[in-house]
Structure formats: structure tokens, C-alpha cells
């Protein structure tokens, strides 16, 4: 055969292989997707086979409507005060002269690296009265108003000032030009954030039953324990998950189109920060200092007076070193599995951006929106009746744990694998490579950025994940998260702190991607 023939032979072959993506990637990426759709297919499957009358009867009570109004409040109140406090946060750390705003802009995220039931734990122990819906909000606000600062304060940076030139030249006040052209750019963000918020707060557990406050995930845990899946906990999970969709669809519709982008020539220009008074200078700093007292400080010093009760002695538990070797292994081996099945999706997505697989890619966004209670409660029903060999084993465990954290590996293998050419795989499968062997010969090298900064994101969740390893982990399985959690439920506060201390370790990596991650958003 001649050259050309053998060029041609190749150059047909790739041709071929752009048109029709590889069969065992795509069979694959069906599969996990498929598997996504087990928590909503349980929700819909177990409506239906209840029964109408019994679903009415279950799910049209008093103790739901209970639950669902001290939900709605928890959201109606906890989500403006954290838009609030992350919104003030974000301006005064990047668009003013606040005294030491890059400590601020630092310690403001560090916050995330507590465990919500660590920060409840910390406080309660603190002052075990305590409780109810005003201590939820407290919390909750202290817990996740990172999620609006982060994401707030990256747009910021990177805002032209042009726009509030204008405004100001034309005799707007620094108040009106905050109100009426920097806070309409930030509206994406802060939509973002505040979802995060609410999807957080539906899927919380260890907070808000420590602090004895009745949400849909505390109802369906006791629910569960007493009566083990029955119908009850199955329609709490049924309205919970309808909780999830509400929010979803409610923050597509409102957060709308617009966009702001610079698009004429030449760079935009520097930021002018505005100078504080001594009076705001001061309030801005006392407001600072206030957030992260409440919210980092307080917290810490419970923990470490919790330590130093305990002394050496509280270290040489055995469990306790038992417990975190198994949460390493878990998380290790939980997010090897999650990052490999991402990848078929992954790739898909990016080579070939078609419909169905942007749909195949959406089942696994769509289902880690559900809280990790509602995926548990669908695995334990599924495997019990059509599965009962995996049931209780690390097999349903690692699955739950790849249904919930898929997304935290698809978008950083996604910015890796856009990022690898596509000429350099086409190039190798000319070369006889196979599809997959070119992916993971050439794609995967390149992209090996991407996908180690996804599994870091998905061993640390599954390190402080508590809900469904508490109903799906093995007999003698115990992680730093159940382990601090039975300990708490005994109210030995001193037995539980080296747990706290340790989860708190193993998320402050978390909490400096996050942050490195939200400087370069900002181009810094």
C-alpha cells in the first residue's frame, strides 16, 4: 500500500471516529447515567405503587405541613441573610480600602473548612439552650454564606468600572451606583450562590438535629430508624425531592439571560477602590471581625477547650485512628471511582457537544442536587428488593457516593480535557490507537490537572459526608463523620473533639482550592 493510500486509510478512519463517538465510552457514560436516575426513579416508582389514597393519607398531614413550613421559613430567612452578609463581605474585602482586606478576604472562606454539624457542635456544647429556628438560621447563615462571598467577590474583581463612572458622572451617589449597576452584574452569582444555599440547607442533617430543629432530612432519618423504609420516610423523601425541583426550576426561571462582558477594544481599566471614612472604616471592621468571630474563632476555641479537657489520653483511642484510616481509604477509593466514571462523560460532552449527551451529563447534575438522604433512602429500597447481595456492603456505599459528588469531577474533568488538543488524540488514533487507548494515553495525561483537582474535591465531601454512610455503611464500618456523630449523640463533647479537629484538617485543602480557584477566575 503507498503512502497516500495509508495517509488516506487514516485520515478516513479519524474522520470516522469524530462522527461516531467510541461505542465502549459511550455505553459506558449510558451506563453511570443511568444510575443517576435511580434516587428520581425510586421518588416517581414509589408515588405510583403507594397508591393515591395512601400518598394523600401520608403526605397531606399535619406533621408535613409542619415540616414543610419550618423549611420554607429556614430558606425564606436563612438565604437573604447569607446573600446579605456575603454581598457586604465581598464588597468591602475587594472594592474598598478596608485596613488588611486581603486577611479578611482569606479568613472570610475559611469558615468552610468547619463541617456544618461541627460548627452546630461547637456552638451547642457552647450553650446547650440553643434550638429551634432562630438557632437554625444562626447557624446555617455562619455555615454557608462562603458560598455567596466566593463566587460574588470573583465577579467583583473583575468588573470594569466603567460602567459606575458613567453612573457617577451623571450625579448618581455611591448608594445609587452600587443599587444600579454593580448589583444588577452581580445577579448571576448571587442567583448561583443562593441555590447552593438552599440545596444545602434542604440536605442538612447533623446541624439541625443537634439543635433539635424538625426539617424534612431529621423527620426522614427518624422516620427511617423506626420503621425502616417504610411508606412514611418513602413520601418525606417523595415531598423532599419535590422541594429540590421547586428550587431548581424557581432559580432557572429567575435568574434570566443577561450577561455583562467587555467587548471593545483595549484593556479595561483598574479598579478604583473607594476610600472609607474613619466611621465606616471602622463599622467595616467591626463588621468583618464579627462574621469571622462568629463564624470561625468561636467555634475553634470550643473545639480546642473540648481538647484540652480531654488531654494526650483522648488521642490514644484506638477507634479513633481506626476511624480515620477507614475515611481516608473510603474517600480515596470513592474518588478514584467517581473520577473514572466521569471520564466517558466527560469526554462525550466536550468532543462531542451533541443533545444527548449534554443529557446524559445533566441525569448526574440533576440527581447530586437531591439530598444524600434521599439517595440513600432509594438505594437502600432498591437493593433490598432486587439486590439483596449488595445491600449494606461497600458496593452501595461507593455507588451513593458516585451518585452524589459526579458533578465535582465532571466540571474539573470537563476544563482539563477542553484543554487537552484534540489533534493530539486524533493524531494517535490515526496511528492505530483505539478511541480509548488514545484517551487514556494522550487526553488523560494532559488533563491529569483537572482530574486530580476533581478527586480532591470529591475525597474531601465523601470525608465529611454523614447521612448516607450512616444508612448505607457496612456493619463495623465507622469514618471520622459517623464516628464524631455517635459521640455527640451521647453528649461526650470531649470524646468527640479530636473527630471534629481531624475532618476540620482534612477540609482546609478544600478551602484553599476553592480560594486559589476563585483568584483565577478573577485573572489574578
Not at 449510558?30 to 443517576?36: D, E, G, M, V
Not at 474585602?93 to 461541627?118: D, K, M, N, Q
Not at 451623571?170 to 452600587?178: N, Q, R, W
Not at 450512616?470 to 449523640?489: E, I, N, Q, V
Request: aromatic share 10%; net charge positive; with cysteine.
Amino acid at each position: 500500500m503507498s503512502v497516500v493510500n495509508v495517509t488516506e486509510h487514516s485520515r478516513a478512519r479519524v474522520e470516522a471516529g469524530r462522527a461516531r463517538p467510541a461505542i465502549l465510552l459511550t455505553a459506558l457514560a449510558c451506563l453511570f447515567s443511568a444510575l443517576a436516575l435511580i434516587p428520581p426513579a425510586f421518588v416517581v416508582y414509589v408515588s405510583v405503587d403507594t397508591g393515591w389514597e395512601t400518598v394523600k393519607a401520608l403526605v397531606f398531614r399535619p406533621r408535613v405541613a409542619e415540616l414543610l413550613g419550618n423549611t420554607l421559613w429556614l430558606i425564606a430567612l436563612t438565604v437573604p441573610l447569607c446573600v446579605a452578609v456575603g454581598v457586604l463581605l465581598a464588597w468591602l474585602t475587594e472594592r474598598t480600602t478596608l485596613a488588611g482586606r486581603r486577611v479578611w478576604s482569606v479568613l472570610a472562606v475559611a469558615p468552610l473548612a468547619i463541617p456544618a454539624f461541627v460548627q452546630s457542635y461547637a456552638w451547642v456544647s457552647a450553650i446547650p439552650s440553643l434550638h429551634g429556628l432562630p438557632a437554625g438560621v444562626f447557624l446555617s447563615v455562619l455555615a454557608y454564606y462562603p458560598f455567596i462571598y466566593l463566587p460574588v467577590s470573583a465577579v467583583l474583581r473583575r468588573l470594569d468600572p466603567t460602567l459606575e463612572d458613567v453612573a457617577a458622572s451623571l450625579g448618581s451617589s455611591p448608594l445609587k451606583v452600587f443599587w444600579r449597576v454593580v448589583l444588577p452584574q452581580l445577579k448571576l452569582p448571587v442567583w448561583g450562590g443562593a441555590l447552593l444555599v438552599a440545596l444545602h440547607l434542604l440536605a442538612e442533617y447533623g446541624l439541625y438535629a443537634m439543635i433539635r430543629f424538625d426539617t424534612f432530612t431529621t423527620a426522614i432519618y427518624d422516620q427511617f430508624q423506626s420503621t425502616f423504609s417504610g411508606p412514611a420516610a418513602n413520601m418525606l423523601a417523595g415531598v423532599l425531592a419535590l422541594c429540590c425541583l421547586v428550587i431548581l426550576t424557581l432559580e432557572g426561571v429567575t435568574r434570566g439571560k443577561v450577561r455583562y462582558a467587555r467587548v471593545g477594544s483595549g484593556a479595561a481599566r483598574e479598579q478604583q477602590r473607594g476610600r472609607l471614612s474613619p466611621g465606616w472604616q471602622f463599622a467595616g471592621q467591626l463588621f468583618a471581625l464579627s462574621v469571622i468571630l462568629l463564624a470561625f474563632v468561636v467555634p475553634l476555641t470550643v473545639l480546642g477547650r473540648w481538647l484540652w479537657l480531654g488531654g494526650v489520653e483522648n488521642w490514644q483511642h484506638t477507634v479513633l485512628w481506626l476511624s480515620l484510616q477507614q475515611t481516608l481509604l473510603l474517600s480515596a477509593v470513592g474518588a478514584a471511582i467517581v473520577v473514572l466514571a466521569g471520564v466517558p462523560v466527560a469526554w462525550l460532552s466536550v468532543r462531542y457537544p451533541r443533545r444527548l449527551f449534554r443529557l446524559l451529563e445533566g441525569c448526574n447534575y440533576f440527581t447530586s442536587s437531591l439530598p444524600g438522604i434521599v439517595v440513600a433512602l432509594a438505594l437502600v429500597t432498591v437493593t433490598i428488593h432486587h439486590f439483596r447481595p449488595i445491600y449494606q456492603t461497600e458496593v452501595t456505599l461507593f455507588l451513593a457516593y458516585l451518585l452524589m459528588f459526579a458533578p465535582r469531577a465532571l466540571i474539573n474533568l470537563r476544563a482539563g480535557i477542553a484543554q487537552a488538543p484534540v489533534e493530539l488524540e486524533n493524531a494517535a488514533r490515526s496511528l492505530g490507537r483505539t478511541p480509548a487507548a488514545a484517551l487514556w494515553s494522550i487526553t488523560l495525561r494532559l488533563a491529569a490537572p483537572g482530574a486530580a483537582a476533581g478527586a480532591a474535591l470529591v475525597f474531601l465531601g465523601i470525608s465529611n459526608e454523614l447521612t448516607a454512610t450512616l444508612l448505607l455503611s457496612p456493619l463495623g464500618t465507622r469514618t471520622l463523620a459517623t464516628g464524631f456523630w455517635a459521640l455527640t449523640s451521647e453528649i461526650d463533647y470531649v470524646a468527640a473533639a479530636p473527630y471534629a479537629l481531624l475532618m476540620i484538617l482534612l477540609s482546609l485543602p478544600l478551602t484553599g482550592i476553592l480560594y486559589v480557584q476563585s483568584q483565577k477566575l478573577a485573572g489574578l
